[in-house]
């Protein structure tokens, strides 16, 4: 079992504990990421009084975000003020390679659990309305809304399949084999990651214990939204983007005949949604009394249909107001701009007036995050968990977590620091010229889609001392920049027009990670948002790096 504290999108980036663990520098250095004023914690009752007392009238709202590894809330204000906020991890098992698991329960647990932490000494009165966004992994319950295990070991509170679960890699190629017309709209191949082969997956696997007593099959932020409502709409952003919905023709009979869940068809949809909600808008009559109490939330205060994290990420950059910096996408439309969400794994967003169709890049999908446009996602399996992986498995890390813990650093600030002092003169970059990695460890997502694919490092010597980890995390960091490269490149080439790439998550809050995307792929501009999906304040910083003006846009950070 996989326990990882505090989120995997900062674990494998930089700490998120303060802005100078954040960016690895002083105020003043290029690269930076400081808040204009950092939202309070539970503990600071006098501040939040102090807030409440001058705003009486003030209306907030509660996000709460689900990553892999961790649940994050904020509480905004009416103004887009992030007042508090707060985490809690949540639990991964991996039973076996590519098995990767988690517990409704235990990640119902963790939202009741930081909401009750960002609204205690808020007038309830006060709090209009709450939203969630969640991976895209499949929750399993049964006709009574029971957890039922998605594993042969039988262990119902385990009844989570992840969004980075690859177990059904004989569904998927059989599904892909069928070259139905529906998957002309997930670049003309289905992801592994996607809910058909996992539905197909527990059939065929899980036939008596699961597949003939489930009741609802719900991607996570419905069965969130669910959980709050007693509802089970679904968001048109969850269906059209992993289980093959279309806007205007809804579900298609015949791709879930030909693929054998015929038995979807004959209910009508009802265990995988025949009531469909467009993301924000408001779901059954608001929370429920029981979730109400949970939450600590008033009962009866709306709740949004959901968003897919990375589409929540997406629409809360895409759309950043640019005028009055003098920047080069100030002018240009929001169609010139893919949001690059990149914590666990990363998904690059661009949108268009009409459909593109990219080889190897999913969708397009309409309305699935900005209303009216359509959405191409492309993506990489794992980022920020590549880079955890490869730093945490060389055998400097020890000594790497020791030098770090003992000049108070992050491991990453630590390593930042560590390469700016053996480059000398040369550019960071010049140091792996000799040292390359093809960052495929857990298949490529886009625009290649072959999940066959695996991990590569060319040029290794029998050094095995912390100067060599570092130049390996630096040639980690530089492939996944390479890989967003080629994404971009595909979607050029199939008709997109982009000139600025925005980042939020957490890997964007390291310097090196920002850096390397906008060496990689210039003459681009690159903006850099926050790690949550409230951004909600920003501030801007401009530099020079090539040909590349770098954006950096910030939500305040404790």
């Not at 007593?213 to 996570?220: E, I, N, S, T, V």
């Not at 979607?491 to 990689?520: R, W, Y």
Request: glycine share 8%; with cysteine.
């Amino acid at each position: 079992m996989l326990n990882q504290s505090g989120g995997s999108e900062a674990d494998c980036s930089v700490s998120s504990d303060s802005d100078e663990k954040c960016s690895g520098s002083h105020p003043d250095e290029p690269g930076t990421l400081r808040s204009l004023s950092p939202p309070m914690s539970c503990n600071d009752s006098a501040l939040l009084k102090m807030h409440s007392e001058r705003q009486t009238s003030v209306k907030y709202y509660v996000g709460i975000d689900v990553g892999s590894a961790s649940v994050r809330a904020a509480l905004v204000d009416e103004f887009g003020t992030v007042v508090m906020h707060a985490e809690q991890p949540i639990h991964i098992w991996e039973p076996q390679p590519d098995h990767y698991e988690q517990s409704s329960a235990d990640i119902w647990a963790a939202c009741c659990a930081v909401t009750k932490e960002v609204v205690c000494g808020v007038d309830a009165s006060q709090i209009r309305g709450i939203g969630f966004d969640a991976t895209c992994s499949l929750v399993v319950v049964d006709k009574q809304f029971q957890p039922l295990a998605v594993n042969s070991q039988g262990q119902n509170n385990r009844n989570v399949i992840m969004w980075m679960d690859h177990r059904a890699v004989s569904q998927v190629d059989r599904i892909n084999a069928t070259q139905h017309r529906i998957l002309s709209y997930v670049g003309g191949v289905m992801s592994v990651e996607m809910q058909p082969p996992k539905l197909l997956w527990i059939k065929e696997n899980l036939q008596e214990s699961c597949w003939e007593k489930a009741g609802y099959f719900f991607d996570l932020p419905d069965f969130l939204s669910w959980k709050a409502t007693g509802v089970t709409a679904r968001s048109l952003c969850t269906l059209v983007c992993k289980w093959t919905y279309t806007s205007d023709g809804g579900w298609d009979d015949s791709f879930w005949k030909i693929i054998g869940l015929e038995d979807l068809v004959k209910d009508k949809y009802e265990k995988i949604g025949n009531h469909v909600l467009s993301p924000g808008e408001s779901v059954g009559k608001g929370l429920t009394p029981e979730a109400a109490k949970e939450l600590g939330l008033p009962e009866g205060i709306a709740v949004a249909a959901s968003l897919i994290d990375a589409h929540a990420g997406g629409l809360g950059v895409i759309g950043a107001d640019v005028r009055g910096h003098n920047l080069p996408c100030e002018n240009q439309p929001i169609t010139s701009r893919v949001a690059l969400i990149c914590g666990t794994s990363s998904c690059h967003m661009g949108i268009s007036e009409t459909p593109i169709f990219v080889p190897g890049v999913w969708g397009p999908y309409f309305s699935a995050m900005v209303p009216g446009l359509w959405l191409n996602e492309g993506g990489q399996s794992a980022t920020g968990k590549l880079i955890e992986h490869v730093v945490q498995g060389h055998v400097a890390f020890p000594e790497l977590q020791s030098k770090a813990a003992a000049s108070a650093q992050s491991i990453y600030t630590y390593l930042n620091s560590h390469l700016d002092l053996i480059k000398k003169s040369l550019p960071v970059g010049f140091l792996t010229v000799d040292l390359h990695v093809w960052p495929d460890f857990h298949g490529n997502r886009s625009p290649l889609t072959d999940l066959t694919l695996k991990g590569m490092v060319v040029g290794l010597t029998l050094s095995r001392g912390l100067d060599e980890l570092a130049l390996i995390y630096l040639a980690t960091i530089q492939a996944i920049a390479l890989g967003t490269r080629h994404i971009l490149e595909a979607m050029e080439a199939a008709g997109h027009h982009i000139n600025t790439l925005f980042l939020c998550g957490g890997l964007s809050k390291n310097p090196l990670f920002v850096q390397m995307h906008a060496d990689i792929t210039a003459p681009s501009d690159l903006a850099v948002g926050s790690q949550d999906h409230h951004i909600t304040e920003a501030i801007w910083k401009r530099k020079s790096s090539s040909h590349l003006r770098v954006c950096i846009i910030m939500h305040p950070m404790k």
